[in-house]
Nanobody
Framework: QVRVQESGGGSVQAGGSLRLSCVAS????????MGWLRRVPGRDRTEGVA????????SYADSVRGRFTVSNDNAGNTLYLQMNNLKSEDTALYYC????????????????????WGQGTQVTVSS
């Protein structure tokens, strides 16, 4: 069973930084995608933020490119999201997920994840 656990959320003023961490265990394959999605309060919509794929590299949503950076540890089971120059519109519940469909719909209007999600960690940015 794949388990995913996020940490590192919090409150920060606009322009500040936070780093989220995600630890995954029980991944049964060397080929997978792991990344971050967020759910904005009151919008009832989940959006893809960024991901790392074992097929090659990282990807970012247009809204965060240049401000957020995805990285992982050498073992590959811990994923980080460094968030700089945070804006009030980044306020959301951030989820980490492992996706065995290689994040093919990560940035779709309703992302479909074939794998496991964490419980989420809240990020609040005040202006």
């Amino acid at each position: 069973q794949v388990r995913v656990q996020e940490s590192g959320g919090g409150s920060v003023q606009a322009g500040g930084s936070l780093r989220l961490s995600c630890v995954a265990s029980g991944i049964p394959t060397r080929r997978y995608c792991m990344g971050w999605l967020r759910r904005v309060p009151g919008r009832d919509r989940t959006e893809g933020v960024a991901y790392f794929s074992t097929d090659g590299g990282v990807s970012y949503a247009d809204s965060v490119r240049g401000r957020f950076t995805v990285s992982n540890d050498n073992a590959g089971n811990t994923l980080y999201l460094q968030m700089n120059n945070l804006k009030s519109e980044d306020t959301a519940l951030y989820y980490c997920a492992v996706d065995f469909s290689m994040c093919e719909s990560w940035y779709a209007p309703e992302p479909r994840v074939f794998g496991s999600w964490g419980q989420g960690t809240q990020v609040t940015v005040s202006s």
